[in-house]
């Protein structure tokens, strides 16, 4: 579960950069985001060296150089952005972007492999296609991805009080988006829920706790968040907009965490 989430916050926070206002925001919150991203990716790395899962040549080789690629485009962001420094072009949308998908293919054949929690249990109360597996694990990585770069950009307008409003409103504007078609999706995933057939393999208090911080906590919590810092943002009030950003992190963490936990043990891509 833990190489799932990094690689696909690794992922989410490379293509947050590469679809944000790359110009307007500046070199050093560019090198800040790759840094953060880069020791992502390494430690993704590190956990499957330390612990290596058994998945099938195609799966292990997705993750190895999906993650590899991820490293690579990843810190020759970090060069390249060091020598363009305050002259940042558009072609640097590259490296995250490449980063990026190769990052989130990588999370994907993770969250498909064969789970040893799954494979001890008994036969899934539902079955959930695959594609729908890759589906919340994409969606996630874009929840926290956004989230992320959102709130670290939100502290440059804490020392740079001049700057335009342009990159925050972007970013603002993604992750509204993306909590948006997070809740639809949780909607529709959530439906096999509520049939007669259902039954949870675990303790059904423990259960429902899971299901709870994951629809109230990481969908609709962060949902009323989102809104309340597009009103901030729109005001330009951004250190206002920074502290929501804060607990949506937290709440984001939680939720995704708790998703990927049903996934494990549930087979349910909420």
């Given at each position: 579960m833990l190489p799932t989430f990094l690689a696909q916050f690794a992922g989410g926070c490379y293509l947050a950069v590469s679809v944000s206002a790359m110009r307007e925001s500046g070199w050093r919150y560019l090198r800040l985001m790759a840094v953060v991203s880069l020791v992502l990716t390494l430690l993704a790395l590190a956990v499957l060296l330390r612990d290596p899962l058994s998945m099938?040549?195609?799966?292990?080789?997705?993750?190895?150089?999906?993650?590899?690629?991820?490293?690579?485009?990843?810190?020759?962001?970090?060069?390249?952005?060091?020598?363009?420094?305050?002259?940042?072009?558009?072609?640097?949308?590259l490296f995250?972007?490449?980063?990026?998908?190769?990052?989130?293919?990588?999370?994907?054949?993770?969250?498909?492999?064969?789970?040893?929690?799954?494979?001890s249990a008994a036969a899934a109360p539902i079955a959930i296609p695959q594609i729908a597996k890759a589906v919340t694990t994409l969606l996630g990585g874009a929840m926290l991805g956004s989230v992320t770069a959102s709130m670290l950009l939100g502290h440059r307008y804490l020392t740079d009080t001049d700057m335009s409003i342009i990159p925050l409103r972007r970013l603002a504007r993604i992750?509204?988006?993306?909590?948006?078609?997070?809740?639809?999706?949780?909607?529709?995933?959530?439906?096999?829920?509520?049939?007669?057939?259902?039954?949870?393999?675990?303790?059904?208090?423990?259960?429902?706790?899971?299901?709870?911080?994951?629809?109230?906590?990481?969908?609709?919590?962060?949902?009323?968040?989102?809104?309340?810092?597009?009103?901030?943002?729109?005001?330009?009030?951004t250190q206002s907009a920074t502290a929501i950003f804060y607990l949506s992190m937290i709440f984001v963490f939680l939720g995704e965490l708790s998703g990927q936990y049903l996934t494990r043990t549930e087979s349910l891509a909420l």
């Amino acid at each position: 579960m833990l190489p799932t989430f990094l690689a696909q916050f690794a992922g989410g926070c490379y293509l947050a950069v590469s679809v944000s206002a790359m110009r307007e925001s500046g070199w050093r919150y560019l090198r800040l985001m790759a840094v953060v991203s880069l020791v992502l990716t390494l430690l993704a790395l590190a956990v499957l060296l330390r612990d290596p899962l058994s998945m099938s040549g195609l799966s292990r080789a997705c993750v190895q150089y999906g993650l590899g690629i991820a490293v690579v485009f990843g810190a020759a962001w970090l060069f390249v952005n060091a020598a363009q420094s305050e002259r940042v072009t558009a072609g640097q949308r590259l490296f995250p972007a490449v980063a990026g998908i190769s990052a989130m293919v990588a999370a994907v054949a993770l969250c498909l492999r064969p789970d040893n929690i799954l494979g001890s249990a008994a036969a899934a109360p539902i079955a959930i296609p695959q594609i729908a597996k890759a589906v919340t694990t994409l969606l996630g990585g874009a929840m926290l991805g956004s989230v992320t770069a959102s709130m670290l950009l939100g502290h440059r307008y804490l020392t740079d009080t001049d700057m335009s409003i342009i990159p925050l409103r972007r970013l603002a504007r993604i992750y509204l988006g993306v909590v948006a078609i997070r809740f639809v999706w949780l909607a529709l995933a959530s439906l096999p829920l509520w049939s007669s057939g259902f039954h949870p393999r675990g303790e059904y208090t423990w259960f429902w706790l899971m299901v709870t911080i994951r629809g109230g906590v990481g969908v609709l919590c962060t949902g009323i968040f989102a809104w309340m810092v597009w009103d901030c943002v729109k005001r330009r009030a951004t250190q206002s907009a920074t502290a929501i950003f804060y607990l949506s992190m937290i709440f984001v963490f939680l939720g995704e965490l708790s998703g990927q936990y049903l996934t494990r043990t549930e087979s349910l891509a909420l």
